[in-house]
C-alpha cells in the first residue's frame, strides 16, 4: 500500500486527502493519502521517508513550502524561481520537489475567462502561496504587479524573487484590473479586511484565496462593487489535480461530485 501525506501546521483543517483518497479509489490504486502536523525539526526525517520508498508523495502546506528545500534533490525550474515547493516524489533515486500551486491559479483564471495579459493586479498578502501567484501574473503577461502586506518587510523579501513588484503601504490601493486577497482574513466568518474600498472602479475582478467560508467579506465587497468574483476552490482542486498527476500519471477526474467534497 503506497503512502501518500500533506504536511504542515495547522493541518487538520486541510482537505487535500478527501480528494486524493476519492481519486486513489475511483481509479484503483492501492494507496492511502494521510495528514500529518509536522514540526520544523522534524522535516528533514520526513523528507528521507520518500528517499527510502516508505512514502511515495508528500504535498506541503503552510508554513513549510520554503522550509523543505534544503532537503531536496532536484527543483522544478518554477519552484526554483518562486522558492516554494508544495509537491515532493521520487524519480530517477532523487527527491523532486514541485510547484502546483501554479498550475492551480492559473487554471483557476482560464476557467474564469479572465486574460491577465496586460492587465493590472492587486495582491494583498504575502505568505507561503504569493510567490505562486506572482509567477501565474507574470507568465501570463501582466501589466504591472502591486503587492501590499500588513508586515511590509515581507513583501519588500519577494522583490528580491521579483524585481518588477511594486510594493505599495497597507492599508492603501492603487489602480487594479484584478484584486487578489492572499492574506488569512475572512477564514473566520466574518473577518473583514482593514482597508477602505469604497472608491473602486466597477468592472473588476475579485479573487480570493480562502475558499472555506465560501463567500468572504472580501468577495462580498466585490459583489456589491459588481466585481466578478471567485473563491479558492477551483485553485485547491487544480493543485491537487495536478500534483495526482505527477505521481501517479493518470490526469484524475475533476467533476461536481469532486467539488462537493471540499463543501
Ligand atoms: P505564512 O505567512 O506563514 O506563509 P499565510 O497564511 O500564508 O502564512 O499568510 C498569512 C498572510 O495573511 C500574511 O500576509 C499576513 O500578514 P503579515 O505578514 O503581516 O502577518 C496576513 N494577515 C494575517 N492576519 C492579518 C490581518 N489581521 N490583517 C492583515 N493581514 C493579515
Known amino acids: 500500500?503506497?503512502?501518500?501525506?500533506?504536511?504542515?501546521?495547522?493541518?487538520?483543517?486541510?482537505?487535500?486527502?478527501?480528494?486524493?483518497?476519492?481519486?486513489?479509489?475511483?481509479?484503483?490504486?492501492?494507496?492511502?493519502?494521510?495528514?500529518?502536523?509536522?514540526?520544523?525539526?522534524?522535516?528533514?526525517?520526513?523528507?528521507?521517508?520518500?528517499?527510502?520508498?516508505?512514502?511515495?508523495?508528500?504535498?506541503?502546506?503552510?508554513?513549510?513550502?520554503?522550509?523543505?528545500?534544503?532537503?531536496?534533490?532536484?527543483?522544478?525550474?518554477?519552484?526554483?524561481?518562486?522558492?516554494?515547493?508544495?509537491t515532493i516524489y521520487l524519480e530517477n533515486d532523487n527527491v523532486i520537489g514541485h510547484n502546483t500551486d501554479i498550475f492551480g491559479f492559473e487554471?483557476?483564471?482560464?476557467?474564469?475567462?479572465?486574460?491577465?495579459?496586460?492587465?493590472?493586479?492587486?495582491?494583498?498578502?504575502?505568505?507561503?502561496?504569493v510567490p505562486s501567484i506572482i509567477y501565474s501574473l507574470e507568465k501570463g503577461g501582466a501589466l504591472k504587479i502591486s503587492i501590499s502586506n500588513r508586515t511590509k518587510s515581507k513583501a519588500d523579501e519577494l522583490k528580491k524573487l521579483f524585481v518588477n513588484l511594486n510594493v505599495i503601504e497597507w492599508g492603501t490601493l492603487t489602480d487594479f484590473d484584478i484584486i487578489i486577497n492572499a492574506t488569512s482574513v475572512g477564514l473566520n466568518d466574518g473577518d473583514?479586511?482593514?482597508?477602505?474600498?469604497?472608491?473602486?472602479?466597477?468592472?473588476?475582478?475579485?479573487?480570493?484565496?480562502?475558499?472555506?467560508?465560501?463567500?468572504?467579506?472580501?468577495l462580498k465587497i466585490g459583489k456589491k462593487s459588481g466585481a466578478q468574483v471567485l473563491n479558492g476552490k477551483i485553485m485547491f482542486v487544480y493543485q491537487a489535480f495536478e500534483a495526482f498527476k505527477l505521481w501517479h500519471k493518470i490526469s484524475p477526474v475533476v467533476n461536481e461530485k469532486i467539488f462537493r467534497l471540499l463543501d
Request: charged fraction near 25%.
Open 1 to 86: 500500500m503506497k503512502k501518500y501525506l500533506v504536511i504542515g501546521n495547522p493541518i487538520e483543517h486541510s482537505l487535500s486527502p478527501n480528494l486524493h483518497n476519492h481519486w486513489l479509489q475511483e481509479n484503483n490504486i492501492e494507496g492511502i493519502y494521510d495528514k500529518k502536523k509536522l514540526n520544523q525539526n522534524e522535516i528533514k526525517d520526513i523528507i528521507s521517508k520518500v528517499r527510502n520508498n516508505e512514502i511515495a508523495g508528500i504535498n506541503v502546506t503552510v508554513p513549510f513550502k520554503k522550509d523543505v528545500i534544503p532537503f531536496l534533490d532536484k527543483l522544478s525550474e518554477e519552484s526554483s524561481i518562486t522558492q516554494s515547493v508544495n
Open 107 to 129: 487554471h483557476s483564471l482560464k476557467i474564469a475567462k479572465f486574460n491577465i495579459k496586460n492587465k493590472k493586479a492587486l495582491i494583498l498578502g504575502a505568505g507561503g502561496v
Open 192 to 218: 473583514s479586511i482593514d482597508i477602505d474600498f469604497s472608491e473602486i472602479k466597477k468592472g473588476n475582478f475579485f479573487y480570493d484565496v480562502i475558499y472555506n467560508p465560501k463567500v468572504t467579506n472580501f
